[in-house]
């Protein structure tokens, strides 16, 4: 049911279109669709890290006012002043955690949107084009990347403006100390930066080894049944160990990289608190500056490590931000197998015929036709027949003399559904499952269950349609999977159905069961069945081979005479 299931017009709810030219440009652009948050960030930033920087050169000042004999007004006015920015930074401080939190909100949320659009596009073909553990770490960890670095920016704005603020005060009353912190502190920021280029080296060979074993550990939890039936167990669970190692060791030397950024982090701006404090303190034996100015002058260096600490998680994050947005774009960057033509042509109402000039085959509309073809290449028939997104012969497969590139993709997608052993069920409710989410007539339920048999599946279960389903439905037979899915087929009542082998998990009596009741529902409507089953041969209106010929002594129903 891939068709049904990836159609456009399921997609998350609009938004721009991502510029994925590369990991920056993919950053900016979600900047720029939406700055009020950031810019709200930053503003707070600012104001919750300036009275931080302030507050000791205030205290500074009112030590002289104390040593003065003008008495205890300027004293007590210095001190209310230093109360007054710490109830500024507290009220600074509780906005800046909603800003911040704002501002990764919007970027977790419009990552994981145009994430889950790509998927809905690209559609059936993901699983060609992408390992299903790169999706999975693109929607969990490289998220969570993006969106710290969006939650950073408010404090690191805030730093910034702080240091300056810092270095200007202290120039003010010394220039040479202000001299120092002007060369200092950057030169501290910057001594960090060799380490970035290992760190993302690092992190990018990590994020690949999660990607390896995040598809490994899928493929043995959905295939676990078989790997037990087969022996494979052991040796599988041996090759996911070897990979998980693997992801150890890398995430073991970008741990030891980051290790030693946060070193150099304290390390560096601690240098320059040291080299500042004294040169002040030579200064205040000298008689240059006052107790008041030596204080203030310590304190303004000790907060100079705050900004600095700052700017090295700003970068170490935005490292992994980068890291983690090359991979988005990665994925946003995979091309669907079809594109919406410039001037689709509509197809025909009613019933409509499906036709394949590669092949040969024919399904006239209205009619059951058996299509013959050997198992390995029965697969690929159904992509060829089963409408936009699964193949790559569009131009050769008409619907209602329409060729298929020539095609809106979205109403090829609302009358043709291709239904094969490579669906799967969901996790949810099974009312939920069989109707995709939409409310569906009871009676049509009723109908669609009972014509795949899987009326009893349902009512073995605890709740009846009300039950849930593991994903994948693991809990569930195959043959018991395969009827679910098969009523689901039926129930989306498309004008074209093409089933790949649809019984070929049942008993003979039960396929017999399904192949009456699916005959005398789908009358009236196009339906291709991909099987050798003699059951549903014996159904078909019309039974034809691979090569488009008819089948030996197969009898054409509808025209009443052997074909």
């Not at 995430?251 to 030693?260: D, H, N, P, V």
């Not at 039950?467 to 009542?493: F, H, N, V």
Request: glycine share 12%.
């Amino acid at each position: 049911m891939s068709n049904r299931l990836f159609d456009a017009s399921v997609a998350p709810a609009a938004v721009p279109e991502a510029d994925a030219r590369g990991p920056w440009a993919y950053l900016w652009w979600l900047v720029r669709i939406r700055p009020r948050p950031l810019v709200l960030a930053a503003v707070l930033g600012a104001l919750w890290m300036v009275p931080l920087a302030l507050v000791p050169l205030v205290i500074g000042r009112a030590i002289d006012e104390a040593g003065q004999d003008a008495g205890q007004a300027g004293l007590y006015l210095w001190s209310l002043l230093a109360l007054g920015l710490g109830v500024l930074q507290a009220l600074a401080g509780a906005g800046l955690i909603q800003a911040a939190v704002g501002a990764e909100a919007h970027a977790l949320s419009v990552t994981h949107r145009v994430l889950m659009r790509q998927v809905v596009r690209v559609g059936a073909t993901l699983r060609s084009k992408a390992r299903s553990g790169d999706v999975a770490a693109s929607a969990a960890a490289d998220v969570e990347s993006i969106g710290n670095a969006f939650e950073v920016v408010g404090r690191t704005v805030g730093a910034v403006v702080a240091a300056v603020l810092v270095a200007v005060a202290l120039t003010v009353t010394s220039p040479v100390l202000g001299l120092a912190v002007l060369i200092g502190v950057p030169a501290a920021v910057l001594g960090i930066g060799p380490l970035l280029r290992p760190l993302q080296e690092r992190d990018e060979e990590q994020r690949e080894q999660m990607g390896i074993a995040t598809s490994q550990a899928g493929d043995i939890v959905a295939g676990l049944r078989i790997l037990r039936g087969i022996g494979g167990e052991a040796v599988f669970a041996e090759r996911f160990r070897r990979t998980s190692q693997q992801v150890r060791r890398a995430g073991e030397s970008a741990g030891r990289m980051e290790a030693w950024l946060q070193a150099a982090g304290v390390l560096l701006p601690g240098l320059v608190t040291v080299g500042i404090v004294w040169f002040g303190a030579r200064l205040a034996l000298d008689g240059t500056i006052t107790a008041g100015e030596l204080v203030a002058f310590y304190g303004a260096s000790a907060f100079l490590t705050l900004p600095v600490s700052t700017a090295t998680e700003a970068a170490e994050t935005l490292s992994l931000a980068k890291v983690a947005a090359g991979r988005v774009c990665t994925l946003l960057q995979l091309t669907p197998a079809t594109v919406r033509p410039d001037h689709p042509e509509p197809l025909p109402a009613g019933a409509l015929a499906l036709a394949d000039t590669g092949t040969g085959i024919t399904a006239e509309a209205g009619r059951l036709t058996v299509v013959t073809a050997p198992a390995d290449r029965a697969g690929g028939l159904a992509d060829r027949l089963g409408g936009p997104g699964t193949g790559g012969a569009a131009a050769e497969v008409r619907l209602g003399g329409v060729p298929l590139d020539r095609a809106d993709p979205a109403e090829v997608s609302a009358r043709l559904l291709r239904s094969g052993p490579a669906d799967i069920l969901f996790s949810g409710t099974v009312r939920e499952e069989l109707t995709a989410g939409s409310a569906r007539p009871g009676p049509a339920l009723d109908q669609a269950l009972f014509a795949a048999d899987a009326a009893d599946v349902v009512d073995a279960l605890p709740g009846g349609l009300d039950a849930r389903l593991d994903e994948g439905g693991r809990a569930l037979s195959g043959g018991q999977r395969q009827r679910l899915i098969l009523a689901r087929a039926l129930l989306a009542a498309p004008d074209v159905l093409v089933l790949e082998d649809p019984t070929a998990s049942v008993d003979a009596h039960t396929e017999a069961r399904i192949v009456a009741r699916v005959a005398a529902l789908r009358a009236g409507r196009t339906t291709v069945v991909l099987t050798d089953s003699p059951l549903w041969q014996g159904a078909a209106d019309r039974v034809v081979r691979l090569d488009g010929q008819p089948v030996p002594g197969s009898t054409d129903r509808s025209a009443g005479v052997p074909s």
